[in-house]
């Protein structure tokens, strides 16, 4: 039973556009929200959060968007450059346990 | 710089054979978690210790086993390895707001 879902398994988004990366999730007692970015061959690596109780945050390119009533949550990235070529995770908090997305491959075109 | 470093990068073993996977952390974190990853798949929670209290997952077979002897180090026993037990697995340790710090993995295969 997947509790954290990413549909898309990969974007591709022209550089200056935006990228929106979407996430699912079905368990209401998750209190914080992550995203994660990963390069082959590396461990992920921290991009943005949110608590629950707020809908959006907001860091230089990126902002994470959260609907508590959908269960969803969305990463934009604007604009998109080629060094976000990456996968990202999706991952969600709740008693002591972080539970991931399968991750969305994201690239950049020229 | 405080990090998580887990060694090695790539282990190679034998079907049968024991192996262990290190892991070690200088950011002085309580919470340290293990996770398996397989291509495509979702990094999925195999344990996770606040200090030295252990949590196991109830679907991490019998076969996984982790040791913490201290704040700073942990590791994971694989005792008899699978071909399905090939994958990379990642430490993480826990941060202020649920933030994770990753090491960089260690890819395990298994022949």
């Known amino acids: 039973d997947q509790q954290v879902k990413q549909n898309s398994p990969s974007l591709s988004v022209q550089e200056g556009r935006i990228s929106i990366l979407n996430c699912d999730y079905t368990?209401?007692?998750?209190?914080?929200f992550l995203w994660y970015k990963k390069y082959p061959a590396e461990g992920p690596t921290f991009l943005i959060s949110?608590?629950?109780?707020?809908d959006k945050n907001e860091d230089g390119r990126f902002t994470v968007f959260l609907n508590k009533s959908a269960k969803h949550l969305s990463l934009h990235i604007v604009p998109s450059q080629p060094g976000d070529s990456a996968v990202y995770f999706c991952?969600?908090?709740?008693?002591?346990?972080?539970?991931f997305g399968s991750g969305t491959r994201l690239s950049i075109r020229p | 710089d405080a990090m998580v470093i887990q060694n090695p990068r790539y282990q190679v073993t034998q079907f049968g054979k024991p192996v262990t996977l290190s892991c070690s952390q200088t950011?002085?974190?309580?919470?340290m978690y293990w996770y398996q990853q397989k291509s495509s798949q979702a990094p999925k929670l195999l344990f996770h210790?606040?200090?030295?209290?252990?949590?196991n997952e109830a679907d991490t077979p019998d076969n996984f086993q982790s040791r913490r002897p201290n704040t700073s180090f942990c590791f994971l026993d694989i005792r008899s390895p699978g071909l399905g037990d090939a994958a990379m697995y990642l430490c993480?340790?826990?941060?202020?707001?649920?933030?994770?710090?990753f090491g960089s993995g260690t890819q395990l295969s298994v022949l």
């Open positions: 993480a340790t826990r941060g202020q707001n649920e933030k994770l710090f």
């Open positions: 368990n209401s007692m998750f209190d914080y």
């Open positions: 949110i608590s629950s109780i707020k």
């Open positions: 991952a969600a908090s709740g008693a002591s346990k972080i539970i």
């Open positions: 950011l002085n974190h309580n919470v």
């Open positions: 210790y606040y200090d030295k209290d252990f949590n």
